[in-house]
């Protein structure tokens, strides 16, 4: 009796344990628009998008992973809202939520852009299941709308803040992207029938280490900026405005001890509260600003080695802010060299864009351009006060 009971205990736990095996996978269901869809890639790919490429990477490191693409070319959110439970009904372990490009297409308002991303990755937790958010990738200079991405900045700052309140994981393509020089040459697929801007294959592997890092508890992405105030682009400014920047970070969190920040080139001495996770610097002006407000966010996390970030991450223009026509940018009285590397740190820049500059904008067409460059050489070496 008990060797027939032996064999039949040893087949139940040979089931068992296979069942454990295959209840260790872990169903990845990306969804998206056609960024995630994987519209621009490399044709001869039998799969396109960051999806396949993510599963490659989970597997190769040794995770049982399938990632589902579930992205649909041109969906908006309000779109993907009308789909999301169909989706969630096939089942799965984590939502990977990208979606806001064509919302930005529309001029949907950004609140409710955010609404309903919040809404989907929250009817993604009531089932159980983990849902990361991502940002956003830069749109192309050649985009029809928000070619300076303004406006895309401010969603991605504000999808930070939104995941980063309701406790989940942020995937930040916007920064990964933005730190990669000459992305827009080297990841990005050249059509001029695309007028938002997609990866092409390079980019999709871009995309795809970007969220394996993530998933795997790998810290590549520095402190990013939340919401700034004033933000980037912001005109009519008063002149004694406080200037707010929320900062955080998603892997090892925020080295406190070396987060500044940097207005019109000088280190200020600005309020740091927070912590490591979600901090917030305050820069109350001992006096009132003047022209175009230059704000950069100098700042590493705690990561080994860190993570740093060292740029500009916003410009606005004080109220009676604007070029005098004259060429003396740096209103020291005189049009020379200062002047000259000024406008030439601008040029090329349109307003709205974070290089733009409103005093070197000379004929105020909006733009930086030669123009620009003409007027100030044919008043070069005046005094401001002399008739050009």
Request: glycine share 10%.
């Amino acid at each position: 009796m008990s060797g027939l009971v032996r064999p039949a205990w040893v087949f139940v736990c040979a089931l068992l344990l296979l069942a454990g095996a295959v209840s260790a996978q872990t169903r990845y269901v990306a969804f998206g628009d056609s960024i995630t869809a994987g519209v621009g890639d490399d044709p001869d790919r039998p799969e396109a998008g960051y999806p396949p490429r993510l599963e490659d990477l989970l597997n190769e490191a040794g995770h049982d992973a399938v990632v589902i693409n579930q992205g649909v070319g041109g969906e908006k959110t309000d779109e993907g809202m009308s789909r999301i439970d169909s989706v969630l009904d096939e089942g799965g372990d984590v939502l990977l939520l990208m979606e806001g490009s064509n919302d930005l297409s529309r001029f949907y308002s950004i609140e409710t852009t955010l609404f309903n991303l919040d809404a989907m990755a929250s009817r993604a937790e009531s089932r159980g299941w983990t849902a990361v958010q991502a940002t956003v990738i830069p749109r192309i200079p050649s985009a029809r709308v928000d070619p300076e991405n303004i406006s895309n900045q401010k969603l991605n700052q504000r999808i930070r803040e939104q995941a980063g309140t309701a406790g989940r994981d942020v995937v930040d393509n916007f920064e990964v992207f933005l730190a990669t020089p000459h992305r827009f040459e080297t990841h990005y697929l050249i059509d001029p029938e695309d007028h938002v801007g997609h990866p092409n294959a390079l980019g999709y592997d871009l995309m795809a280490a970007t969220f394996f890092d993530v998933l795997t508890g790998v810290d590549s992405v520095p402190p990013v900026p939340g919401p700034i105030n004033p933000s980037n682009g912001a005109v009519e400014i008063s002149p004694g405005a406080t200037v707010r920047v929320d900062v955080w970070d998603f892997g090892e969190g925020i080295d406190l001890s070396s987060t500044s920040l940097v207005i019109n080139g000088v280190e200020v001495n600005a309020e740091l509260t927070g912590g490591e996770r979600q901090a917030q610097l305050l820069y109350r002006p001992p006096r009132p600003l003047q022209g175009t407000v230059s704000v950069e966010l100098h700042s590493q996390d705690l990561a080994t080695p860190p993570n740093a970030t060292d740029r500009e991450i916003a410009s606005f223009d004080i109220v009676g802010a604007g070029s005098d026509g004259f060429g003396d940018i740096d209103g020291d009285g005189r049009v020379d060299g200062l002047d000259l590397v000024m406008l030439a740190r601008a040029f090329g820049a349109a307003r709205g864009n974070s290089r733009y500059v409103r005093d070197a904008d000379l004929d105020a067409s909006g733009t930086v351009d030669g123009q620009d460059l003409a007027i100030l050489a044919s008043n070069f070496g005046q005094m401001a006060s002399a008739e050009p």
